[in-house]
C-alpha cells in the first residue's frame, strides 16, 4: 500500500526542518521514515512516537532525558542520534539512517548461522553495548530486530534508551512488561530490574538463536515463556546443532546464566570472550562438522572435560608405579646391583687424557643445549589485527602472550575511529615470545570546528573560514530584521559543529530588513506583527470597494529596505460610503451561496492550516512574509460563503 496516501506525516515538513519522504517501518512503540533534513542537506531516519506515548507527559520528559544520553554515545557500531524534538503532539528522534537490513531479516533469508560468522556479527554488537555500558546506559530490548546490517558491512545497534523511556511512562501502569519477552532475563521478569547483566543475557540468547535457527524457548502464551526464563537453563546450542563447537555452548552458558552475579559484568566482558572463542576456532571453521563417535562415552585416553584432554600414548608415573593409557598399572622391579670382578689384564694399563675427556663432554652439553634451545620455538608471528576494535585487539594480543603498548591515535580517512590502524612489528613479522607490540588506533577522520563568523562581512568570514582549513559554498542572503546588511547571519553546517578538514561550509548573509508585504491582511492582525518586529504603525481609513478593515496600501511599500524601528503608514478599507454590500445582494441573476465559519488557524503550522481550510471547503492562497512556518495572518474570518478563497499568512 502507497504509505503517501494513508499516512498523513508523508509530504509534511516536521519542525520546519525535516521533509518526510516515505514510511520505512512500523513497531509496537513507534514508526520510523525517511526525511530530508533540509538545513543540512542529508537523509535521516525520523523515528516518530506513537500518538498514546507522546500524549504522555512523563513519557516525553524520560525519552528527551534519555535521547541527550544516548547523543552522547559515540561508537561506530552504535545508531548515531542528531536530534529530538516535538511538532504540535508528535514527538520524533531524528537518527543516522542506514540502508541494509535487520539481522532478524539475515536469519529468516537463511537460517542457522556458522559458528565463526554468528560470532563475527555478535562482536561488533557487543563492542556497542560494551560502549553504552561503559557510559551507564543499559539497551533493555536486545534483540536482531534492534541490530542493523548495513549495505556496506557495518553493523549498527539501534533503540537504546527508548524501553527504558516507555518503562516510565503511564503506559507501564496496565502491567505492560517491557522488552520483548523472548530475550528477557529473570529478573526482568520477576522484578522488572534491569542493568548491564540483562543486556548480557539477551545478548547470549540472541547467539543462540543465530547458532541454532531458533529462540531457547518456545510455548502457547508470552507468561509460558517467561516462566521458563525464570525456572530453566538455556540449553546448549550443541543440543541442537551437534556440530557447535564447546567455546560457543560455554560462552552462552556465562552469558545465559540464571544468577546475574554468574555472568560477565557487562557487555566488555562478554566481548573479550568472544573474541577469544573466534581466535580459537581453526580459520575457515564454519562449525559445520558431524560429531565424532564415541564422544562423551569415557573411553581411555579422553577427557569428558572441555578444554581438558590427555594424549594417547602418555603415562604418568608416580613412584615404582606407572599407568599406561589402558589404565593398566605396570610394577617394575627394582634393579638388583651385581658385582662383576675386574678383568685381569695383562697388558699395560690405559689412562684417560682427562682433558680430552672434558672437552668432549662440553661439546656434548653445548649441543644438547642448542638443540633444546631451538626446539622451544621461541618465535612467533605477529597476529593481523589491523581493522579490529582497538580494546578487543589488545586483549588478543595479550592472550597470544604479547606485551600490549597503545601508541597515540592518528587520524584517518579510511580506518573507522577506534580500529587498529597500524600494529609494530607489522603483522606476519618473526618476533620473540612475549615481544612488546605497539597499536595505533584510528581517531577517524580529521575534524576541526566551523568557526563563529556570524556578524562578519562575507570577506572576513571566507578568511576565517579558510585559516580553519575549511572551504566556503554557496553564499546566498536571507533578510534580517536584527543583522546588518551584507554580514553572516549564520552557516551550513553550524557553527561549533565538527566537520572534516577541507569541507565546504556555506554562507547565509543578511540583504538587510526588507519591509514585509501586509496588503490584504486585516488591519488588526497587519498592525500586530508590524508591530511585533518593532515598526512604528499608522493607520489612515477610506472608502474602498474592498471589505471593512482589509490593509489596501502601505508606506514603505513590499520589498523596500528599512530600518529597525521605522514608522509605517497603512492605508485601511472602511467600505464603500453606499455601505459593502455581497455581490448576490445587488444581483438577483446570482443564487445565494451557503455560508460557513472560517477555522482560525492562526499561529497553527502553515500545512496543517491549509489542510484545515480546503477540509471546511475553501480554496487558500499562501503568502510569505518572513519566511516562518506559523499563520500569523488570516482573511477573511467569520462567516463566508463555501468555496471563497482564505488567504494565510505565515
Known sequence: MDTTLTDPLVGQLLDGRYRVESRIARGGMASVYLALDVRLDRTVALKVMHRSLAEDPQFVKRFIGEAKS???????NVVQVFDQGTDGSTVYLSMEYVPGKTLRDVLRSRGPLPAREALELMIPVLAALGAAHQAGLVHRDVKPENVLLADDGRVKVVDFGL????????????????????YMSPEQVTSGVADARSDVYAAGVM????????????GETPMSIAYRHVHDSVPAPSSIV??????????VAAATDRDPARRPADATAMLVAAVEAHRTLPRGHTGQHSTPLGAGSGTAGTSSTPGISSTPGTAYAT???????????MIQPKPELTTVPPARSTSRRWRPNWFIVGLAVVMVAGIAFTG????????????????????????QAENAGFKVKIGEPRFDEEVQKDRVLEISPAPGAEVEKGAELTLVASAGPETVPVPNVEKLSAGDAKVKIAEAGLEVGRVSKVPSDTIARDLVVRTNPSVGERVRK?????????????????????????VQFLQEKGFTVQVDETGDSTPPGTVIAQDPAAGAEV??????????SKGPDTGWHWPWETDDSLATPDFVNVPDVRLKAVQEAKRELEAAGFKVKTRKLMGGQRVVGENPLGQQPMGSTITIWY
Do not use: C
Not at 577541507?502 to 497587519?526: E, F, H, R, Y
Open 207 to 218: 547467539l543462540f538463536e543465530l547458532i541454532t535457527g531458533r529462540q531457547p524457548y518456545e
Open 70 to 76: 544516548v547523543a552522547s554515545l559515540s561508537h561506530p
Open 563 to 572: 530600518t529597525a524601528g521605522a514608522p509605517v503608514r497603512l492605508t485601511v
Open 163 to 182: 524501553a527504558r523511556a516507555v518503562e516510565a511512562s503511564n503506559q507501564t501502569k496496565t502491567g505492560m512488561m517491557i522488552g520483548t519477552i523472548g
Open 242 to 251: 551437534s556440530s557447535v563447537p564447546p567455546q560457543i555452548d560455554a560462552l
Open 502 to 526: 577541507g569541507a565546504t561550509i556555506n554562507l547565509v548573509v543578511s540583504a538587510g530588513l526588507l519591509m514585509p508585504d501586509v496588503s490584504q491582511m486585516m488591519k488588526d492582525q497587519a
Open 372 to 395: 633444546w634451545w631451538f626446539s622451544q620455538a621461541r618465535y612467533t608471528q605477529v597476529p593481523d589485527l589491523l581493522g579490529q576494535n582497538i580494546t578487543a585487539a589488545r586483549q
Open 319 to 329: 613412584g615404582a608405579h606407572t599407568s599406561d593409557v589402558a589404565g593398566h598399572t
